[in-house]
């Protein structure tokens, strides 16, 4: 089968909701590897969140999409970190957040800081972000370009969040409401699609030769991109909708079988 760029979001798609990667769809992952495609990890999770996923994964040389398309890794075993920064885009957060800090409050924001971790206008629930975690003034959550915002009320869903973006707009960034309430701010015209898309001219990848497969909102634009583009089944139904096809539900290795298809003929 001819090389094909194989673009796998995590949270929902690679991995459980528990974070658990299943040894099966570990194994096929690698041997996707080995039969010369390009397996791209393309996530909404920071670079120290991605890492440990390409390490459980067994990937260590190519590239990877983080922070929805913001940041783009090359893989690089010969680097003190195991890869090196190609691409990150910035924007200016603070009319964004401060639009949405009079609307929400109560909410909580994150804001990332490249390779380290996020400043934080408050603690965030247990577990739901990776690196270094520091609690700073409004002032300095705004004061720089960034790459990624994330803007999070616990108590609230989806649906609030989907309602509250309809009622204010969000101009000059990308948005992407999550499977909770959990709003996350990329530059606009970033995504996973975009930063795809420069990564399969890079590899001189032919776009009938492009697969995508994920699960949540920020993977529309990946799964347009795509041209194969496959939603979970655990995918709500607007993201099943611009797919091509659905598979099943993460908790049943869903991805299972697009892998298997790719070591056929």
């Not at 629930?125 to 370009?145: H, I, K, N, S, Y």
């Not at 995504?191 to 990848?205: F, Q």
């Not at 032919?206 to 529309?220: F, K, S």
């Not at 909708?241 to 298809?261: F, K, R």
Request: negative net charge.
């Amino acid at each position: 089968m001819k090389p094909h760029l194989v673009a796998l979001d995590v949270d929902g798609t690679t991995i459980d909701h528990a974070g658990v990667l299943s040894p099966a769809v570990r194994d096929a992952v690698r041997d996707v590897v080995a039969a010369g495609h390009h397996v791209i990890v393309s996530t909404g999770r920071s670079i120290v969140a991605t890492t440990p996923i390409l390490e459980e994964l067994g990937i260590t040389t190519g590239y990877a999409v983080c922070s929805n398309g913001a940041v783009t890794i090359e893989l690089d075993p010969a680097e003190d970190r195991g890869f090196r920064v190609l691409e990150a885009v910035t924007f200016d957060p603070a009319p964004a957040l401060n639009l949405l800090r009079v609307e929400w409050p109560d909410a909580v924001v994150a804001v990332e800081e490249l390779g380290v971790g996020f400043k934080l206008s408050a603690p965030f629930p247990d577990g739901e972000l990776q690196g270094e975690l520091r609690v700073v003034p409004w002032d300095e959550l705004v004061a720089d370009p960034v790459t990624r915002v994330t803007f999070r009320a616990p108590e609230g869903t989806a649906e609030d969040f989907l309602a509250l973006t309809e009622r204010i707009g969000l101009h000059g960034v990308n948005y992407a409401v999550g499977f909770s309430a959990w709003l996350d701010l990329n530059p606009e015209g970033v995504s996973k699609g975009s930063a795809l898309e420069i990564l399969r001219r890079r590899l001189d990848v032919e776009p009938r030769y492009t697969v995508a497969v994920g699960d949540q909102r920020n993977d529309v634009e990946m799964l347009h991109w795509a041209a194969r583009g496959v939603a979970m089944g655990n995918a709500p139904d607007e993201v099943k909708a611009v797919a091509d096809e659905v598979t099943g539900h993460v908790d049943d290795d869903g991805l299972l079988p697009v892998l298997l298809s790719l070591l056929e003929g």
